[in-house]
C-alpha cells in the first residue's frame, strides 16, 4: 500500500477534518451530558461528508480509475 496515493487530496483532508472536529464537539457535549451539542457535533460530522464529497465533485480528489485493458490472448496459428 505503499506505492498508493489512496487519500491525499485537499478534498479528503478537508472532509477528515471538519469530521474529527464533529466527534470532538459531539464527544465534549456528551462529557457535559448537553444533547443538543452532542447532535449539533453530529450535524457536523455529517457536514464533513458532504463538503468532501462536494470537493471531489469539483475537482479536488482522486481522478476515478481508469481499468486496465485486458491482454488479448493471442490467435494460436495451426500449422
Known amino acids: 500500500m ?3 496515493n489512496h487519500g491525499h487530496t ?3 483532508w478537508t472532509g477528515v477534518t471538519i469530521a474529527f472536529i464533529g466527534f470532538c464537539v459531539a464527544g465534549a457535549f456528551t462529557v457535559l451530558a448537553n444533547p443538543i451539542g452532542f447532535w449539533a457535533g453530529l ?3 455529517a457536514l464533513g461528508g458532504v463538503v468532501g ?3 471531489r465533485a469539483a475537482g479536488l480528489g482522486m481522478p476515478k ?3 486496465h485493458p485486458r ?3 493471442e490467435a494460436q ?3
Do not use: E, L
Open 2 to 4: 505503499a506505492g498508493h
Open 10 to 12: 485537499p478534498a479528503a
Open 43 to 45: 450535524v457536523i460530522v
Open 53 to 55: 464529497m462536494a470537493m
Open 65 to 67: 480509475a481508469q481499468p
Open 71 to 73: 491482454p488479448r490472448p
Open 77 to 79: 496459428t495451426q500449422q
